[in-house]
């Protein structure tokens, strides 16, 4: 099993930074990709970044493209989201999520954090 704890949400002003962590613990040799996802209310969950945990390979959504960065920190199994340049619309639950696709070639999030919340004021 892999678990997740997510931190770091908070109220901050349009324009403004954030940085989200997420602390992987159990069996992290199962991981292919970790990736952050957000859910605001009466939306779908959507997919925000991800990376490889071994290559660390970056993919991102285009919404936020050029503003959040996701980083990884393998010896301290932890992720990052440094979000920069927030707007209103970047108001969601955040959530880390454990990607275990292995041999196969199609994403699987197996495991999900708590979440945290992000609330960007106008």
């Given at each position: 099993?892999?678990?997740?704890?997510?931190?770091?949400?908070?109220?901050?002003?349009?324009?403004?930074?954030?940085?989200?962590?997420?602390?992987?613990?159990?069996?992290?040799?199962?991981?292919?990709?970790?990736?952050?996802?957000?859910?605001?209310?009466?939306?779908?969950?959507?997919?925000?970044?991800?990376?490889?945990?071994?290559?660390?390979?970056?993919?991102?959504?285009?919404?936020?493209?050029?503003?959040?960065?996701?980083?990884?920190?393998?010896?301290?199994?932890?992720?990052?989201?440094?979000?920069?340049?927030?707007?209103?619309?970047?108001?969601?639950?955040?959530?880390?999520?454990?990607?275990?696709?292995g041999s196969s070639n199609i994403r699987q999030y197996s495991y999900w954090g708590q979440g945290t919340q992000v609330t960007v004021?106008?």
């Amino acid at each position: 099993q892999v678990q997740l704890v997510e931190s770091g949400g908070r109220l901050v002003q349009a324009g403004g930074s954030l940085r989200l962590s997420c602390a992987v613990s159990g069996r992290t040799f199962s991981i292919y990709a970790m990736g952050w996802f957000r859910q605001a209310p009466g939306k779908e969950r959507e997919f925000v970044a991800a990376i490889t945990w071994s290559g660390g390979i970056t993919d991102y959504a285009d919404s936020v493209k050029g503003r959040f960065t996701i980083s990884r920190d393998n010896a301290k199994n932890t992720v990052n989201l440094q979000m920069n340049s927030l707007k209103p619309d970047d108001t969601a639950v955040y959530y880390c999520g454990a990607d275990t696709r292995g041999s196969s070639n199609i994403r699987q999030y197996s495991y999900w954090g708590q979440g945290t919340q992000v609330t960007v004021s106008s």
